[in-house]
């Protein structure tokens, strides 16, 4: 979750909504991904992912079989559906999103057999950094808002 | 529609899972895609997040508020999930997918304002030829399958 953390705070430093996350296979660091949005113009540039699909390179299969994934917020239901296609084993997040997580936050997708893959999940890692670092970018974003007049 | 069913095609002479999907603003194509997970061997390579990027790329921009999506099967988790996350207006689709659908067959992420998009879903269009494409893919493999004794 620290590398998380790093990848957030990237994403944070080129004025992105700052989510990180790594893929890891027994203990090694396959993939790392951080939220590109807004510089590659792709709603698909979540930091999941990006962890995902760079983890798919490092391994050379779409399959993730024996990974598990750690990201600083809970993920959206695009990123959880990308986890639940990779058959990713387990998934650890940081901070919990109410308005538009699927683990848990708005729906549950991950943690039912509601798909042909069950996900464990662990939810509220390090929560308090990985909250702060959103927190810390939407007062800035605000207070640009305010100042702008919008 | 009839785009989406030729891009499903391709995938099926590609030996992939036939489908296809085309983005469509004030009725122009600005994006189409496959299925192309065993090629390129990345799970987020189904067809809607394919035709998603090539629309935001043609577009400049990941807001994709004017267009509708077409494909040929009902969307996954993440490829609803994408279609929120892009704002896309309208989702038609041909197949419904009641094993792994995420626009009402297992789940309804779409239909509802679970999240800060809500997107208008018509199914079932073209259903028989989409659906036939896909019974004859499975078909073929299924015999394939029984013919090497698996």
Redesign the interface.
């Known amino acids: 979750m620290e590398l998380a953390l790093e990848e957030a705070e990237l994403a944070f430093r080129e004025d992105e909504v700052p989510v990180g996350a790594v893929v890891v296979m027994s203990g090694k660091v396959v993939g790392r991904g951080r939220n590109r949005?807004?510089r590659l113009?792709?709603?698909?540039s979540?930091a999941e992912?990006e962890a995902?699909?760079k983890a798919?390179?490092t391994l050379?299969?779409?399959r993730l079989e024996n990974c598990d994934i750690y990201v600083t917020l809970e993920p959206?239901?695009?990123?959880?559906?990308?986890i639940?296609?990779?058959r990713i084993k387990r998934l650890v997040f940081g901070a919990y999103d109410p308005?538009?997580g699927?683990a848990g936050g708005?729906?549950d997708?991950l943690g039912q057999k509601?798909?042909?893959h069950r996900v464990d999940v662990i939810g509220g890692i390090l929560e308090e950094r990985c909250s702060q670092t959103l927190k810390k970018y939407f007062t800035i974003k605000r207070n640009a808002e305010k100042r702008r007049g919008g």
């Open positions: 949005r807004e113009r792709l709603v698909t979540h992912i995902i699909q798919s390179r050379g299969t779409w959206c239901p695009m990123c959880a559906g990308a639940i296609q990779a308005k538009g699927a708005v729906v997708l509601l798909f042909n």
